[in-house]
């Protein structure tokens, strides 16, 4: 934003700049030009949403024993739906999943993006380029091929990292599917994914840092690694605590690649793994759209919970000098 | 980066500027971890059925040809209309989108009205509550629509990115002075004009931006095109391989046409992204976008 301050500072000292700016500017315009997108956000985003609300309060009625054609009926049913979310075990089973695969992946994910970011803006290290671009690329593989990959990998008879086990020890094995390891299984293809987007937002947050501080460090008799820890860790706090938080919001939302190993692992990763697949089991597949939707409608006030954070931390200085 | 040449002289006068090991080793191993899925599934496309089962992960295979041939001709070359299918979901939706983003972004940016500060904040709830969350109700809807399984049903929702919106207002506000646009005005130039010929100009490298996350955004979400589609001629190639893959778990011998058609979907993108490599910019504060 201070581009603008600056691009705009001489030639607007006129006697009254704010007016100046402004004056000739046709009122109906900036609508006009709201339109296509208040019409998009809205068929995309609000009437999906309250669509959602209302078949959260509705129920099937059966008359009779369920057969015919008027035997089955849409009925008005308060909060039962609610009611029924609050106390289906598998259904918090599945965000405390989601929790615990965000327990193993978020730490790990930013704690490699950290050190490489921190690899990548420190000096006398080679190779720097290849590093860059190589950790980026998973960024730009589809998730669901992405696990497809890693699933055929962690696949007994396939799997690259078995067979290099067995030419060095001559075991045969780790079972990546096994009730535990495929948490650890899954969270690696997390990992993969998403480690060099996080390396990326963290390196662009240390290369914007002010390098003097850096000089008169080392003048101090400081080094690289008391420098990244000291010093450039400390300063690009804000920029962690935002990775954490965004991933923390991606992690309770996760589908694809447990889904993608759900298919892949002959049942070590149950249908209803993560509350999205739980919500898609019972919306799509279980036909029940009315606990589906309620269901839909938690997840988004969880998430939403969440994201409320995030807005009060951001949203304020980043638009400071624009016309209100 | 301008301060950078005198520095060197400085550390170099002052030690010998050696290569740091440590550093440089953790960086290399990180390098061989992520390319090493993509390595397997270079050498798997090689192999054929028993090969891919029995010879070591790394020795490639001869197969290579023949796999390609076999993709191919899978369901009379069904792989070939999924992958037109991802450029015009991905490549089509990431434009339309990108033009969206660009005309909201600068209205926020560049203009006063009633109900700004209402509609950005909306818009703010949008970039947070993920597109994921989203597909179940959408589909819902659009399902009681009537629009189901149509190309539009899967490209709409992918045009609204309030993270576009919000990161072309950021562009706006920093590349396209208001003094250029009073000008334009003084010369009689009609808002849209000045929109279109002047400020679109300006803004240009970061609707690239925004048009290559929203292509990968796009190309990633599977669960809205698999929610919405049911004809496979219409799929993209996430859920074509994901329908290939769960029909080779009952039968093997589809495998080495799930992995050919992997390597085949992983390279265009790859491509893309690094021909494109100076437009990824990831600062998520963005205040210091130029």
């Given amino acids: 934003m201070t581009a603008t301050a600056v691009v705009s500072g001489p030639t607007t000292a006129g006697p009254d700049p704010a007016r100046r700016r402004w004056t000739p500017a046709p009122r109906a315009v900036p609508y006009a030009f709201m339109v296509p997108a208040v019409l998009l956000f809205a068929a995309v985003f609000l009437v999906p949403l309250g669509y959602t609300v209302y078949l959260s309060t509705q129920r099937t009625a059966i008359r009779g024993l369920g057969l015919g054609a008027g035997a089955r009926k849409q009925v008005f049913d308060g909060l039962g739906n609610y009611t029924a979310v609050l106390h289906d075990s598998e259904f918090w089973h599945s965000v405390l999943r989601a929790l615990l695969y965000g327990c193993i992946l978020i730490p790990l994910m930013l704690g490699l993006a950290t050190v490489f970011a921190l690899i990548l803006d420190a000096q006398r290290v080679r190779l720097k380029r290849l590093g860059r671009i190589a950790i980026f690329l998973p960024y730009a593989v589809p998730t669901i091929i992405g696990s497809l990959l890693w699933g055929f990998m962690y696949l007994p008879s396939v799997s690259p990292i078995d067979s290099v086990l067995h030419t060095l020890f001559g075991s045969s094995g780790i079972n990546f599917f096994g009730q535990h390891a495929v948490y650890l299984s899954v969270a690696n293809i997390g990992i993969w994914g998403g480690t060099g987007f996080n390396m990326m937002v963290l390196y662009t947050a240390l290369r914007a840092l002010p390098q003097e501080v850096y000089e008169a460090a080392r003048l101090d008799g400081s080094g690289d690694f008391q420098i990244a820890l000291r010093i450039k860790l400390p300063m690009i706090r804000p920029s962690l605590v935002m990775t954490g938080l965004f991933s923390t919001i991606a992690t309770l939302q996760v589908f694809n690649e447990p889904y993608t190993i759900h298919t892949m692992s002959a049942g070590a990763v149950s249908s209803t793994w993560t509350p999205l697949m739980k919500i898609y089991h019972d919306a799509y597949t279980g036909q029940d759209t009315f606990l589906g939707s309620a269901e839909s409608i938690v997840l988004a006030a969880l998430l939403f919970a969440l994201s409320f954070l995030i807005l009060r931390l951001t949203s304020r200085q980043t638009f400071g000098g624009e016309p209100r | ?290």
């Fill in chain 2, 1 to 290: 980066m301008t301060t950078v040449p005198t520095k060197h002289v400085m550390t170099t006068s002052r030690r010998p500027r050696r290569v740091a090991i440590v550093p440089t080793a953790v960086l290399l191993l990180g390098v061989l971890y992520t390319l090493l899925p993509v390595a397997w599934v270079v050498v798997a496309s090689t192999k054929n059925n028993t090969e891919l089962f029995n010879l070591s992960a790394f020795r490639p295979g001869t197969a290579f040809f023949d796999n390609l041939r076999q993709l191919s001709s899978y369901r009379d070359g069904i792989f070939w209309q999924w992958m037109w299918n991802t450029a015009i979901y991905a490549g089509g939706g990431a434009v339309l989108s990108a033009a969206l983003s660009a005309l909201t972004g600068y209205t926020f940016a560049k203009y006063r009205f009633r109900g700004k500060g209402f509609f950005f904040n909306l818009i703010l709830v949008g970039v947070l509550v993920p597109a994921v969350v989203l597909a179940v109700p959408q589909y819902l809807l659009v399902a009681k629509l009537g629009f189901a399984d149509t190309y539009w049903s899967v490209l709409i929702p992918s045009i609204v990115s309030p993270y576009g919106i919000y990161l072309a207002r950021i562009y706006a506000g920093a590349s396209v002075p208001d003094e250029v646009i009073e000008a334009a005005r003084m010369d009689g130039s009609s808002e849209w004009r000045t929109f279109l010929r002047v400020a679109v100009p300006m803004m240009a490298p970061g609707l690239v931006t925004i048009f290559l996350f929203q292509f990968v955004a796009i190309w990633n979400n599977f669960l809205l095109p698999w929610l919405m589609l049911g004809s496979d001629t219409k799929y993209p190639l996430t859920v074509g391989l994901y329908t290939l893959l769960t029909q080779g778990t009952a039968t093997p011998a589809l495998y080495t046409v799930v992995i050919a058609g992997s390597m085949l979907s992983i390279i265009p993108l790859v491509v893309l992204f690094l021909l494109l490599q100076r437009f990824w910019r990831v600062d998520l504060s963005a205040g210091s976008v130029k």
